[in-house]
T-cell receptor, first 113, second 117 residues
Framework: DQQVKQNSPSLSVQEGRISILNCDYT??????FLWYKKYPAEGPTFLIS?????DKNEDGRFTVFLNKSAKHLSLHIVPSQPGDSAVYFC????????????FGSGTQLTVLP | KAGVTQTPRYLIKTRGQQVTLSCSPI?????VSWYQQTPGQGLQFLFE???????NKGNFPGRFSGRQFSNSRSEMNVSTLELGDSALYLC????????????????FGSGTQLSVL
């Protein structure tokens, strides 16, 4: 029973264009969502997060959107750069259990020069 | 500040053996969590330790256990290894002060790649 789903295993985007990575969740208890980026042979690194009381959070080129009614979130990267090529994991948790993350299966983003 | 350190980086074991993995958190971080990453199941939560006590546990069999020492360093043990235990085991640390997710980002180590033959 996957509570956090990333239905696209891979995504290719041209440099300078927008990358949109999607994530769906099923557990209504989740109230905090995060995106992690992972390069080969390294651990995941935190990218951006959003609380369920917000519907958008921006940090430089990265914006996360949350649609609670649809239980859907997305990560927008604008403009995309070749260095953004990595596996992106969506994760969810709930207040009081902040360190127990439920991860999606990841999306391999490839930014083509 | 040094990051999360995991040792060893690679490990090869045979079925039935046991293995111990080590994790040193970022200095000042009191919480250590363990995750298993496999191609089929993605990243799955194993357990979390805080002040030498297990606070949360994921849905893994009792063969998976861990502990945390007074200096916050943690070890994870898997007994009676099975082929399906082959995975990347990731350790993450956080400050774990408030319980507020906004203030408790996880910082991951590079992991221990375990292969069970």
């Amino acid at each position: 029973d996957q509570q956090v789903k990333q239905n696209s295993p891979s995504l290719s985007v041209q440099e300078g264009r927008i990358s949109i990575l999607n994530c769906d969740y099923t557990n209504s208890m989740f109230d905090y969502f995060l995106w992690y980026k992972k390069y080969p042979a390294e651990g995941p690194t935190f990218l951006i997060s959003i609380s369920s009381i917000k519907d958008k959070n921006e940090d430089g080129r990265f914006t996360v959107f949350l649609n609670k009614s649809a239980k859907h979130l997305s990560l927008h990267i604008v403009p995309s750069q070749p260095g953004d090529s990595a596996v992106y994991f969506c994760a969810a948790t709930w207040s009081g259990s902040a360190r127990q993350l439920t991860f999606g299966s990841g999306t391999q983003l490839t930014v083509l020069p | 500040k040094a990051g999360v350190t995991q040792t060893p980086r690679y490990l090869i074991k045979t079925r039935g053996q046991q293995v111990t993995l080590s994790c040193s958190p970022i200095s000042g971080h009191r919480s250590v969590s363990w995750y298993q990453q496999t191609p089929g199941q993605g990243l799955q939560f194993l357990f979390e330790y805080f002040s030498e006590t297990q606070r949360n546990k994921g849905n893994f069999p009792g063969r998976f256990s861990g502990r945390q020492f007074s200096n916050s360093r943690s070890e994870m043990n898997v007994s009676t290894l099975e082929l399906g235990d082959s995975a990347l085991y990731l350790c993450a640390s956080s400050l774990a002060g408030t319980g507020d997710p906004a203030n408790e980002k996880l910082f991951f180590g590079s992991g221990t790649q375990l292969s069970v033959l």
